[in-house]
């Protein structure tokens, strides 16, 4: 069993230039790579995350991710090495990285209930109708029913 290695302040030192919403959603996100609930994603839980998220990865290709952002030299990553990997400063394109999560939620087109109910069940979380309708409520700034683009580019950019 791997022992948690505890970095007091860590996660705020890593959050750098990130919002707090973006913190929080990145917390959400880590605890659903990290499926052993010890604190750190190791190889075995970040290949089949990939895996869920249609991404099939080769060992080696998992070694190279876990590389770059294990700052400890423990073989895992732990969340304020997680965090440091999407701090983003004034030139990076923002916009790019918005329409790739929004293509990978969205399938193509614009996110609907549908739409967020697969993608929960790709990376394993099974959605009841009220949370999804919660999502689409939050989410939807025009009040169409379902998630655009330009929706979506408001919640990411929302403080």
Same mark, same amino acid.
């Given at each position: 069993?791997?022992?948690?290695?505890?970095?007091?302040?860590?996660?705020?030192?890593?959050?750098?230039?990130?919002?707090?919403?973006?913190?929080?959603?990145?917390?959400?996100?880590?605890?659903?790579?990290?499926?052993?609930?010890?604190?750190?994603?190791?190889?075995?839980?970040?290949?089949?995350?990939?895996?869920?998220?249609?991404?099939?990865?080769?060992?080696?290709?998992?070694?190279?991710?876990?590389?770059?952002?294990?700052?400890?030299?423990?073989?895992? &990553?732990?969340?304020?090495?997680?965090?440091?990997?999407?701090?983003?400063?004034?030139?990076?394109?923002?916009?790019?990285?918005?329409?790739?999560?929004?293509?990978? &939620?969205?399938?193509?087109?614009?996110?609907?209930?549908?739409?967020?109910?697969?993608?929960?069940?790709?990376?394993?979380?099974?959605?009841?109708?009220?949370?999804?309708?919660? &999502?689409?409520? &939050?989410?939807?700034?025009?009040?169409?029913?379902?998630?655009?683009?330009?929706?979506?580019?408001?919640?990411?950019?929302?403080?």
């Amino acid at each position: 069993m791997s022992k948690k290695v505890e970095r007091p302040d860590a996660a705020a030192q890593a959050a750098g230039n990130l919002t707090k919403w973006e913190v929080a959603e990145f917390k959400e996100a880590f605890a659903l790579f990290d499926s052993k609930k010890d604190g750190n994603i190791d190889p075995e839980e970040l290949k089949e995350m990939m895996g869920h998220l249609g991404q099939e990865c080769s060992d080696e290709e998992i070694k190279d991710m876990i590389d770059v952002a294990d700052e400890l030299s423990t073989g895992r &990553i732990d969340f304020p090495s997680f965090l440091k990997q999407f701090q983003h400063d004034e030139n990076d394109n923002t916009e790019q990285f918005v329409q790739q999560a929004f293509a990978l &939620i969205g399938g193509g087109g614009d996110i609907t209930g549908d739409a967020i109910e697969q993608f929960f069940a790709r990376i394993g979380l099974k959605l009841i109708s009220d949370e999804v309708n919660e &999502i689409v409520k &939050i989410a939807d700034e025009d009040g169409d029913g379902k998630v655009g683009l330009e929706d979506f580019q408001k919640l990411y950019t929302r403080k």
